[in-house]
């Protein structure tokens, strides 16, 4: 009962962190999906009448030792044959052709064929396959990505000699704020079995950040709780989760610039990544990532409270969040993070259009900052740098279609990590993963926690 109990909450927590309130909003978050994704193939029918196709690469996790196999199933569903071709154009993630190859074909009416590629010798990283079909009555495209020895990958960007320092100092300046925790019971948000707090506290150059906690209600006063620390998406606002789980505390933070912290700071969504990003001192990620280590604070002060049962977990920003906060917070006890945004961020030039063509954009508008200025201040906010110090278990998800979070830079952050670890890849998705993550995710804390 307790599991389900369990179960019902993490969907919750899913949809809720993750999801951002309008498509405009979602595209650089995050998304959970539950159907279809966790099929090997993924099937294009337009109608019984027309053709169907489906491309599978050979490997559960799309990825293969040297040489990759995939096979493209095609159903003419027309009373008639179909002539033409299929073919396909495999690029690395920057766009270069790797290699073509382009087939006739004759299919039958009302017949199934199915063709199977292999391609030996390619090296270790990552490829982008378009498969396509352009027949009697029907053309289309299908795109999926698949790796190559990924356990190999590198990134060959050095995390700065004063990185430890950098945060260091960061540490120390947020450790002169007096916190001023204040919490407010919201009652009119109380259900059955959880009470909600609105709770706020002061953070990094002293500006104000609010999130929300709910606490289970329970007879025993003394009982300690795990916590959860929801971390949010890209200019997501963060509500109060309440679940049904009895053994868990879940505070879901609104960093500053988003949701119910945006006094100060409210720049216009696409402005906020780039907020004061030519001087690494100022950039709102520092701020950011230290707000995250003041909710540790937050935790810490409470006697209810457990301080060696935390898990930081979150999506595309939140995501990010989650490994920087873990990598400088030690008081951490298991990262969950999908699809980090900031992934070996050199390695996204030329790979990815968001986050680098609004840095790009603000540079022009900032006359004495150069790109390559604004990279060597990027370098302090990387996520694969943030990985070489987490100690605490971590998981980390990942999309092989993600158009924000390339897989190579994915397992640059993934490679990167010292520590126990897994990475859950979706061969099939994009910037999300399946409920088959949140899934286990859950039951990874409730087994560590020993929450049965």
């Known amino acids: 009962?307790?599991?389900?109990?369990?179960?019902?909450?993490?969907?919750?927590?899913?949809?809720?962190?993750?999801?951002?309130?309008?498509?405009?909003?979602?595209?650089?978050?995050?998304?959970?999906?539950?159907?279809?994704?966790?099929?090997?193939?993924?099937?294009?029918?337009?109608?019984?009448?027309?053709?169907?196709?489906?491309?599978?690469?050979?490997?559960?996790?799309?990825?293969?030792?040297?040489?990759?196999?995939?096979?493209?199933?095609?159903?003419?569903?027309?009373?008639?044959?179909?002539?033409?071709?299929?073919?396909?154009?495999?690029?690395?993630?920057?766009?270069?052709?790797?290699?073509?190859?382009?087939?006739?074909?004759n299919l039958g009416k009302k017949s199934t064929t199915k063709f199977d590629f292999d391609i030996p010798g390619l090296k270790t990283g990552f490829y982008k396959l378009n498969m396509m079909i352009n027949v009697s009555d029907y053309d289309d495209t299908t795109r999926r990505a698949f790796g190559i020895r990924p356990d190999e990958i590198k990134s060959q960007y050095a995390k700065p000699a004063d990185f430890d320092q950098f945060w260091q100092t960061a540490k120390d300046e947020l450790a002169k704020v007096k916190p001023n925790y204040k919490i407010t019971e919201r009652p009119e948000m109380n259900t059955d079995n959880r009470k909600v707090y609105e709770i706020e506290m002061k953070s990094l150059d002293n500006l104000t950040i609010r999130g929300y906690m709910t606490v289970p209600i329970s007879k025993n006063k003394d009982k300690k709780f795990s916590v959860l620390l929801g971390l949010p998406g890209y200019q997501v606002k963060l509500y109060p989760i309440v679940g049904l789980d009895p053994d868990l505390v879940i505070i879901t933070l609104n960093t500053r610039g988003q949701g119910t912290s945006r006094d100060v700071i409210h720049t216009e969504r696409d402005a906020f990544i780039s907020y004061h990003i030519e001087d690494k001192n100022k950039y709102v990620m520092r701020g950011v990532i230290?707000?995250?280590?003041?909710?540790?604070?937050?935790?810490?002060?409470?006697?209810?409270?457990?301080?060696?049962e935390i898990l930081a977990t979150g999506g595309s920003m939140g995501g990010y969040l989650s490994i920087a906060l873990a990598g400088l917070d030690h008081r951490i006890t298991l990262c969950s993070a999908q699809n980090p945004i900031m992934s070996d961020i050199r390695n996204l030039v030329g790979a990815v259009e968001w986050p680098i063509n609004d840095i790009k954009k603000y540079v022009l508008g900032k006359p004495g900052?150069?790109?390559?200025?604004?990279?060597?201040?990027?370098?302090?906010?990387?996520?694969?740098?943030?990985a070489t110090t987490i100690k605490c278990p971590t998981i980390l998800g990942l999309g092989l279609l993600d158009p924000y979070v390339p897989p190579s830079n994915g397992y640059s952050?993934?490679?990167?990590?010292?520590?126990?670890?897994?990475v859950l890849v979706f061969k099939n998705l994009a910037h999300e993963v399946s409920q088959v993550y949140k899934d286990y995710e859950g039951r990874w804390m409730r087994d560590t926690f020993g929450l049965f």
Do not use: W
């Open 290 to 308: 230290m707000d995250c280590v003041r909710a540790v604070d937050f935790i810490y002060a409470q006697p209810n409270l457990r301080h060696d």
């Open 1 to 105: 009962m307790v599991k389900n109990l369990n179960k019902l909450l993490l969907i919750t927590f899913g949809t809720l962190l993750l999801f951002a309130a309008t498509p405009a909003l979602a595209q650089h978050n995050s998304e959970v999906k539950t159907e279809k994704d966790t099929t090997e193939t993924e099937e294009k029918t337009n109608s019984e009448d027309e053709v169907s196709t489906a491309l599978n690469i050979k490997s559960k996790d799309g990825s293969f030792g040297s040489t990759a196999s995939f096979s493209f199933e095609v159903k003419n569903n027309y009373d008639t044959n179909q002539e033409g071709t299929i073919s396909y154009v495999l690029t690395t993630e920057k766009g270069q052709t790797v290699k073509t190859l382009s087939k006739d074909v």
């Open 369 to 386: 900052v150069t790109f390559d200025q604004v990279l060597n201040n990027l370098d302090y906010y990387d996520t694969k740098n943030f």
């Open 413 to 422: 952050v993934y490679n990167s990590l010292h520590t126990e670890k897994r």
